[in-house]
């Protein structure tokens, strides 16, 4: 009986080991490296984007300004994720950035520091959760603007890439959509 017991324990802690953490249990640092998490919007929509300053998508950031001024009072977050991995294109410091978005959208979203996206060993944690084989919406980023739409519940609604800009009808009814739901 002891043995069984062991057993179980020891299935029970592997099973619970394999749960995926949840999204705002990820630790982050905002833009001025400052640790966070997505704790603090907790029952908030939030819609993640991997930001480029150096991008043919980068005037999207104007797209994702006026969808937060838009939505933020009704509980939508926009929060930019600055990423080099795709072409180079975010080559700047954090002050770089921050100087770049506010001059040229007066971007007020949430953003924060500079990670990696693409699929590997330094693949950020959150990044890891979006794209991997625990998501409901796996695989890979493959540049940079890519939007991960995470519900009041904190888990990932539903996922659009580069190509889909900020106003186009298929994010904003997944946005519309988040924000009704409790």
Request: one cysteine or more; a positive charge.
């Amino acid at each position: 009986m002891k043995l069984v017991s062991v057993i179980a324990f020891a299935a029970l802690t592997q099973f619970v080991a394999a749960q995926p953490k949840p999204l705002a249990d990820i630790p982050l640092k905002d833009i001025e490296g400052k640790a966070t998490s997505l704790k603090p919007f907790a029952g908030k929509v939030l819609l993640l984007v991997n930001v480029a300053s150096q991008c043919g998508a980068t005037p999207q950031y104007a797209g994702l300004q006026a969808l937060h001024n838009k939505y933020g009072a009704r509980g939508l977050v926009v929060m930019g994720f600055p990423c080099n991995d795709f072409g180079g294109q975010e080559p700047g410091t954090a002050a770089e950035i921050r100087q770049f978005c506010t001059a040229n959208y007066k971007v007020t979203f949430p953003m924060f520091e500079k990670v990696r996206i693409a699929a590997g060993p330094e693949q950020h944690p959150l990044f890891a959760a979006l794209t991997g084989k625990g998501s409901p919406l796996p695989g890979p980023v493959t540049w940079n603007f890519a939007k991960f739409l995470v519900g009041r519940d904190g888990k990932l609604a539903a996922r659009f890439d580069t190509g889909t800009e900020p106003d186009e009808d298929g994010l904003v009814k997944a946005i519309e959509k988040a924000l009704l739901a409790k």
